[in-house]
Structure formats: C-alpha cells, structure tokens
C-alpha cells in the first residue's frame, strides 16, 4: 500500500549520463537502472503467468519480458504452481530513459513529525489538546480507512490518531449524515473534522465531500470554521479547492502524515497569520 | 470429551519436538500465583455477564432454535423479531417466554412466521405468567434443545471426518488466510491453498462487519479487503473444504471470526456450520473496535460457552497489542492476556486442546538480540500453556515493502515456530502491507515454512536454552511484569472494568458505560429466561 514516495527517484540517480560535464551541482536529469555497472540498465521481476510449467511457459516469460522492453531478458528461474500457474523470476537489460524533469510530484509543505513532536506542538501551539471528529459520510459503511488513520491500531505500523496524548478523538463512525457530522463537530468544539469516503459509485465520494463543507461554511463564521480533511482511495490531492476542504489525502496516507498536517493548519499557519 | 486427534499438540510427526525436562525454570509458585490472580480479576466479570443479557445474546437464541433469512431490505428476522418483542416487553426477561408463549397461543406456525407477522405489527407480545409462563418456557427449551443437537452432531460429524481423512501429519498445523471479498473466488482460492498444503482455511471478514449489529444474509459477493462472514457463506466454505479433505486425505479445518457485536450469534452459526476454530479473544472488541465492555463480557461469556459445546478451538488476539505497542516492552500485556483468555475459556467450559492462545513474532528486527528475545517469549507462552495449541503469528509491524527483507524475517519466524513447539503458525506473506497475498506469495510463504520444517521441524530436540542465559531471565522477566500487572488490575477499586477504563492495556481508556453497542446491553430481572443459556450453563 504505501511505496517508496516518487520523489526519492530523483534523488538517488547515480550519474548523469548526458548532461554537460563538468556541472556537478545540477542534480542527475537522465538515468537508467543500475545494476552493477552505470548505464547497463539492469532489472529484475517477477511475475506468474496461467499456464502449466514447461518449455513453451519460459518461452511465454520470455516474450513478455521483450514485450515490456528488455532486451537481452534471462529467465533465471521457473516454478510450477500447481498444474495451471508458473512463476518466473527474469534479469535482463532495458533500454528506457528516466528524466527525473519530466517527474511531478505534489510534495509535502509542511513537516512530518513524530507522535511526540506532534504532541509538543499542540501543548505549545494550543495550549490544550487538538480535538478532532472522524467519520464515515453518507451511506459509505467503510470505516476502513477512518479507523486506520484514527483507530490506536493505525497503519503501516503507525499508530493512529487516538494514540497521541494532545489530540482528542471522537470517531463517529459509518454512515453519518452531514448535519449529524457538524452537530457533533459543534458539540464537542472540534478543531478538525476527518472525512473519509471509500464508495465512490456515481461520484458519491465528490458529491457528498461537497455536501459537507458546504455545510460547515454555513454553521461557522469562516475565522471558526475546524478544518477539513477528506480522505479516500479515489481521490485526487489536487482536488480540495474544487471539494471545498482544507486538505485531501489519497491511497496510503499514514496517521503521522494528517497529525503532521493538522499541527501544521492549526498551530503552525495560525500562529503565523496571528 | 477430547475427540482423537484434534490437538494439535498430538500426533506430530516428531514426537521428540517434547523435550523431557522443561526448557525454562520457571517457578511454580510464581506460575501458579500469575494464574490466581487472573481467576481473581476475571471472576468479577463472570459476575456481570451472568447478571446481564444482549441483543445478541437473545438473537443467537432464535438462531439456535432455528430462525433464519432476511426481510427484502436484507434485515434478518432475528433482528426483526427481537426489536418487535423489545418494543412490546423489553429484553430484561428474556426473548424466549414472550416468543413461545405467542407461538403456544397459536399467534404463528414456527418462528419465520412470527417474525413476518411481528415485523407488520399484526402480533403483539406479552410477559406470560403462571401454566403460560410454564408452556412457553418449556416450549422454547425444546425448540431450542433441538438446535444445540444440531450442533452437537455438527461435532461427532466432524469427529467422524477426522478418524476418515486424518490429522495433519505434522505440528505445527499451517494457517492460511484467504479473503476476496467474494465467496465463489474464495472457494477456489481456498482449496488451491489446501493442495499446497494448509491445514486451516480462514476466510478473513469484510472490513467493518464487527460494528454491523445484524448478521449479514445469504451468499455475498462484495466485502471490502474481505469476505461477510453469513451463515450461507459458512456452508458454502466448509462444502469446499470437505471435497479438499477427501481429495487430500486430511481434514482441512476452516476458521471464521466471532467478534465484534455479533459474536453470539456467529458462534453459533459456527457450531451449526461445522467451522473448526474461531477468533475469539476477550478484550479485542473493546480495545480495539471500541465496543462497550459490558456488551463484549457478555456476549464473550455466551460465544465461548457455544465454542465449548460445539469443539470449536478458539484463537485469542493477543498478536494485536503487539501491533500498535513495542512487542519488548509490552511483551507482558500478551501474558496477563493469554492467564485472562484462558481463566474465560476454561470459565466457559472449553478444554485445554481448545486454546489457541495467540502471540506474535513482532520485535523490531533492528533490535539487537531480537530473535533471542523472540525465543524468550514463545517459549514462555508455550510452558505457562503446556496442552494449550499456541497460535503464532507472524511479523507485520516491520514488514516495510521490502519483500526480500521480508521473506528473510519470516524464515526466523517459521524457525522460531518450531524450535518453541508451537501448534498453529499463521503463514507471514513477504507482501505483507503491500498487496493482499498474490498466488505466488502464497507459494514462497509455504516453500518458507516447508524449508524450515524440513531442515530444522525437530530441533526443539537439542535447543536447551542455558539455564542463566538471556532467554530464560527474559522469560522469568516477563512473567515477573505480568504478575506486576495483574496486581495492579487486582487493586483498581472495579478491578478490570477501571483498568480498562484508565487505560491500562493498549494504553486505550475504554469506560463500561461508552463504547459501541452499549444500548444493546440489558441488566437481567427476576424471572429473566434463556433457554440456550440454562442448557449451556447445565453441561458436565
């Protein structure tokens, strides 16, 4: 679920095979995979394809390892998976360029802290714990993703909101409709509200992300507004102005990430207009 | 009431995995205190599940006496019927005398019927009194008795399979994990897993379906990172693994999970499907899930008595502390657990072979001696539990997306398994946080499990840890904390109530009056009936 975020690929090139000499300073633009030597364009995979082990199946792994471009590609090893399936592991060349300038990345602008930073800076910043109301909006039963980021169990071995001393939780749970959402929000005086939505059957995800900060922007005064995060599989993190939230977090986001962000929007950039 | 063959423990192909003399010193009287302790702070809690019933608990009561389906809008009639009569009497007496005694008066032929009635409102429930509190009493003990045969002979057909088909040949039994959210794919899945040599099938639940109050219905084809658990899937599943028992000349045992605000009624669904174990832990719901503690003591207590009756083993949930506090420094939170499952358990009524205590293989590798430490924990777990079928998880919390690091630390899992005699071992897949287990992360994770099997199944033999040595003081380290821990809880003025509510374990604070399913939970009245209850509770 979570990869290695795409920005490090810009940074870890190891030369730059075609740029002017003698600029050292420019970071690497054009690079190809490493294997032992530069340049030799080394990779490796594997993968399993539906059909019994033999002859015609390393054939098989061989022309789709052309196919995907390498050239020469090795089939080091081949294994039966019971009668239908074989598993391929395959070394070869490719001849592909990577131009890490032709690479977009929406990068973080606020810094990821630790559990502790996070707790730190809400005991300074606010002077009292961070309140934040979780739910799942509509008829979305998903809490999948509210619990991982909310729920002490958390994700990809973070620990998840309610494990942070300085911020209060309170998950509402599935299926909560909007006007309950901001009642709750106004009763417990939330500094936050995290909304996530999995379904995303004719744009309910959108639809109803729209339903709900509209309906903030209509119960507070704008300077009193909690901010709002929204989060789903299906979303696009360019997308809040459009949604009308503070913040979107798509596919692998982690509890430390939207921790980090809410510090960021509520101690950070508030002290900062202040 | 052991039927032949079903401890894992037994049969295994090196019987000289059990070494003759004890592989830690601990000290008996220490053990025995750790375990007088557990008795004193679980025996309250007996209490207050005896003192109150569920939801639930009513609706697996009308399960067990055989009402089944959903109305069109998918809400079972367990659910419809147990609302209407709440409406009219409420729950603190019971379902069952205001249910039979409208079926003696002549209200509906069986219960489906009364159901649909009640659901229209076209019958109205009463507190029967006197001879028809008696009719209806004695009514429902029969409607409901018939349903427990059923379980009963769910058991002996299973007892009769296994002398058929046979155990597994080897300890520990391998648990495979299957789950894509359609049953038909499940079905398949599972049984290709079975050729490759799994012994247990769990189909994993649909993400969210321990917070459904309801039991969904019928055959599913669309859960989220996991499968409905219904009563129709269950049988579909077990069908499928009994073609592979045959086919294998091994009874493949299928595992299910009874927790979260159904677990009453999945029990018992699972003792009438003949499924062979069960997640079942006693304090996941609320830590975890945040299910109110009354509700889950309560429905705990009825789930494990079914579990007992029906020869399920139970799998306990310990591995989850692990995963969100440092298995180091929580490594005794696993103990006072397992001492609370098993006083529970064995509270309950189940046996010795029916306790699949869980623990974790889940210290930061990066931590220097961590396979020792590792040692030191398993081997606890396995002489505090000695007839108990220990149930060993693998390693998720360090699992990062590096595959190969991954499929590394497996192997030391796979080898910690064996040198500790443990008796389920869940496969650690090397996709672990990356994707839901591919065909051929299923086949490296079994070729892993089968390599260590091979080279090293009987090295418990010769792994004697030196009596002084860093495993033994970190085992009698552990047991010193938890027996620390238990005092503690012992000496909270409501005992395990308040040191859930302060946060004791999981450093999750869980008050007995919040909590999911709360409104669920009602305190018995006098004249309070429950025909299941009374037959469980009556069992030698």
Redesign the interface.
Known sequence: ????AADTIATTGQADLVGPPGEPATPARILRPYGDTTGDGMVQM???LPMAHGKLAEGAALQLAQKMGMDPAMVVHA?A??PG?C?FVVYGRVHHLVDTSAITVVERDYPLLSPKEANLAVRKGLRRRMTVVGACIGSD????GIDAIL????F??E?GL??YREIRVV?L??QVSVPQLVASAQEVTADAVLVSQ?VTQRDAHVLNTREMSAAFREAYPADRRPVLVVGGPRFDESMADQLGVDRVFARGTTPAEVASFLVHALVTRRKAAA | MTPAGSDPRRRSGTTSTRARRPKLDLDPVTVRRARTLARKVGRPIVRLAEQHTTVSVERATLRMAGLVGADPEGTPWANRLLDSVRGDVGLEHGVALPVWDALVRGAAGDLGELAQKAAVGSVRFRLPEGRDATRAAAAAKKSVGAGLRRIDARRRERERLIKRHGDPSQTPWIYLIVATGDIYEDMPQAQ?AA??GADVIAVIRS??QS?LDFVPEGATREG??GTYATQENFRLMRAALDESSKELGRYVRLTNYASGLCMPEIATLAGLERLDMMLNDSMYGI????INPVRTFVDQRFSRQVHARAGIIINTGED?YL??ADAVEAAHTVTVSQLLNEYFAKEAGLADWQLGLGHAFEIDPDVPESFRLELAHALLARQLFPKAPLKWMPPT??M??DVFRGYLLDGFFNLAGMMTGQGILLVGMMTE???TP???DR??ALQNVRYVRSAAGGLAEDFQPAPDGLIARRAQQVLAESIDLLTRIVEHDDGLLDAIADGTF???RRPADKG?GLDGVVPLAPGYANPARELLEART
Request: without cysteine; charged residues 20%.
């Open positions: 679920m979570s990869t290695p594997s993968f399993t294994k998976m019971g399936y598993f039963a998903h809490t999948v729920n002490i169990k958390g990809a071995g620990k309610e494990y998950n749970g599935a999995v | 290709q050729r490759e993400t969210g917070l989220y990172a830590l975890f899930r945040d989850n995963t969100t919390r360090h990062t997306g946080a990356v994707v591919w065909l051929s086949d490296l999981g450093l999750m999911r």
